[in-house]
């Protein structure tokens, strides 16, 4: 069965790219950076994930051979400057459009792997990629902990499962229009409730807590302080 990557999910992944870019946006206006400084962060953390996707796939990526990848950053870059002093009340926006983003771009980046032949564990790396990659280029720049490695969050999980479905739908031939919409709202509430509730993931060593993380003190600091610190 195939599920030729044509115009429909083509819209699918610039919707992912102005709900990132608007995300990147929103941060850039949080740091007081300036207009430009908006719209490059914009560009950076929607359209990096492909990006770093396409050089994997040895495929030119489609930023720079499709200008229609091109609006997205500027248009959320123009609707920020404008209307971030209404958005500023809703705390929420940055992560909700941020979780947008990781939903579609999850799907999409599964699903150009495998038409280009890749197998399902690649196709599945691939996509949470092409999900998570421009995410952490934008945190990494604004100078913020990247939330792909905040022990406090789940990032990564809800695209490996977007990531992992597409795969499952596409093997059994049940991948289609509606489905990958479905899978779309699947990983976005995830996300969002993930982000709610404050649900994680065990850290790197069994025994320790997350007693200090909020604590001003790393690692190195003294026994209670930081996320590494072992249970007393």
């Known amino acids: ?29 949080r740091k007081q ?3 430009i400084g908006s719209l490059l962060l914009a560009s950076l953390v929607s359209l990096g994930g492909g990006v770093i996707r396409d050089i994997i796939l040895n495929t030119t ?16 870059t123009v609707l920020v400057y404008f209307l971030f002093s209404s958005f500023q009340r809703f705390t929420s926006l940055l992560t909700l459009f941020d979780a947008g983003g990781l939903a ?19 196709a599945i790396l691939l996509g949470v990629t092409t999900a998570v990659g421009g995410g952490l280029l934008r ?25 992992a479905l597409t795969t499952f739908l596409w093997v ?12 779309a709202a699947v990983v976005f509430t995830f996300r969002v409730i993930a982000w709610r509730r404050s649900w994680y993931v065990p850290l790197a060593v069994h025994g320790w807590q997350r007693r200090g993380l909020d604590a001003s003190t790393g690692p190195g600091g003294d026994a209670g302080g930081g996320p590494g610190a072992p249970r007393n």
């Open 33 to 35: 950076f300036d207009i």
């Open 139 to 163: 945190d990494i720049t604004a100078n913020e902990v990247p939330q792909l490695f905040d022990p406090r969050d789940l990032y990564a999980l809800p695209a490996f499962s977007g990531a």
């Open 61 to 76: 990526p489609a930023a720079f051979t499709n200008p229609a990848y091109l609006a997205p950053p500027v248009l959320a």
């Open 104 to 122: 579609l771009f999850c799907i999409t980046g599964t699903l150009k792997a495998l038409t280009l032949g890749m197998n399902p564990i690649a």
């Open 1 to 29: 069965m195939t599920f030729p990557f044509d115009i429909a999910l083509v819209w699918l992944d610039l919707a992912g790219v102005f709900f990132f870019a608007v995300s990147g946006s929103l941060l850039a206006a």
């Open 172 to 183: 059994t031939g049940a991948f289609n229009a509606l489905t990958a919409c479905a899978v």
